[in-house]
């Protein structure tokens, strides 16, 4: 069973950073690619960052040069550094995972940066 959890989600002061995690279990973690999806209120979820099982990683126009996204794969674990946090990265942050047959979400974590 295929298991996604996020943390690290916070209230920050724009500007600042915050790492988010998410913790995988039931896939072969170190073969598979991993994405951070966002949701701001009233908004459609999109896509931030993704990493590929080889460690290359693509992202978002609006984040690039502030996230980062980097994997451990002995912790089966993926993260996201976020930098220079704006009042519009206000959203739900997701973990995901697609296989060819289904596809799974954590839970979600929060992040709120203020003005």
């Known amino acids: 069973q295929v298991h996604l959890v996020e943390s690290g989600g916070a209230l920050v002061q724009a500007g600042g950073s915050l790492r988010l995690s998410c913790a995988a279990s039931?896939?072969?973690?170190?073969?598979?690619?991993i994405d951070w999806y966002r949701q701001a209120p009233g908004k459609v979820r999109e896509l931030v960052a993704r990493?590929?099982?080889?460690?290359?990683?693509t992202y978002a126009d609006s984040v690039k040069g502030r996230f980062t996204i980097s994997r451990d794969n002995a912790k089966n674990t993926v993260y996201l550094q976020m930098n220079s946090l704006k009042p519009e990265d206000t959203a739900v942050y997701y973990c995901?995972?697609?296989?060819?047959?289904?596809?799974?979400w954590g839970q979600g974590t929060q992040v709120t940066v203020s003005s």
């Open positions: 995901h995972y697609g296989s060819r047959y289904a596809t799974y």
């Open positions: 039931g896939i072969i973690f170190s073969a598979s690619a």
């Open positions: 990493i590929l099982s080889g460690g290359s990683s």
